[in-house]
């Protein structure tokens, strides 16, 4: 069975940093094309960024908004992802999903049930 | 202001059917490949269509999708109550070294 579980989320004054993990199982996760998605409350869906697997170089891309803020990494021997979030702004309050994409080119999209980053002094 | 512009609002009776539009640009749409998504309220988005027109397992073939230069749209038939929740297309944009999203369309089955 795939599970996709994130986790981290909490209440963090502006400015301030939080780090979320997404704890997968049930398929090759080194193999896998992997992101995050957030949404602001009432709002649309929002690209955060992704990583791609190691055997695709491993790059990492992000939304104009994030760059410079935000760091995706993983951990293909605990199966796990990474979003680490720095300097805050209120705007950056959201749910934020964790979610797979392609594993070795095949369609594999799963999402997990999101966990939420609230901003606020 | 998405790069995608889908119409905030759909509606159609049970039986009906409906589309819902994505206009993007030839650093979005026309280059890549255009996904939709069905979220409801309070839970996390599925996939309904990947790669223009392809419907993953699961999906039933009254969700279908296509791509026309500039734009694409999802199409549904037999239109259901249990169909109706927001709907976003995504696409990769070139421009932006990212991907992005549609606003949403909120379908309502009256």
């Known amino acids: 069975e795939v599970q996709v579980v994130e986790s981290g989320g909490g209440l963090v004054k502006p400015g301030g940093s939080l780090r979320l993990s997404c704890v997968t199982s049930?398929?090759?996760?080194?193999?896998?094309?992997v992101r995050w998605v957030r949404q602001a409350p009432g709002r649309g869906l929002e690209w955060v960024g992704r990583?791609?697997?190691?055997?695709?170089?491993?790059?990492?891309d992000y939304a104009a908004p994030m760059k410079g803020r935000f760091t995706i990494s993983r951990d293909d021997s605990k199966n796990t992802l990474y979003l680490q979030m720095n300097s805050l702004q209120t705007e950056d309050t959201a749910i934020y999903y964790c979610t797979t994409s392609y594993v070795a080119g095949v369609l594999f999209d799963y999402w997990g049930q999101g966990t939420l980053v609230t901003v606020s002094s | 202001q998405s790069v995608l512009t889908q119409p905030p609002s759909a509606s159609g009776t049970p039986g009906q059917r409906v589309t819902i539009s994505c206009s993007g640009s030839?650093?979005?749409?026309?280059?890549?490949?255009v996904y939709w998504y069905q979220q409801f309220p309070g839970t996390a988005p599925k996939l309904l269509i990947y790669k223009n027109n392809e419907r993953p397992s699961g999906v039933p073939d009254r969700f279908s999708g296509s791509k026309s230069g500039t734009s694409a749209s999802l199409a549904i038939s037999g239109l259901r109550s249990e169909d109706e929740a927001d709907y976003y297309c995504?696409?990769?944009?070139?421009?932006?070294?990212?991907?992005?999203f549609g606003g949403g369309t909120k379908l309502t089955v009256l």
């Open positions: 990583i791609k697997p190691k055997t695709d170089g491993g790059r990492t």
């Open positions: 995504a696409v990769w944009d070139d421009s932006l070294s990212g991907r992005v």
């Open positions: 049930g398929f090759n996760f080194g193999n896998a094309w």
């Open positions: 030839s650093s979005n749409i026309r280059s890549n490949y």
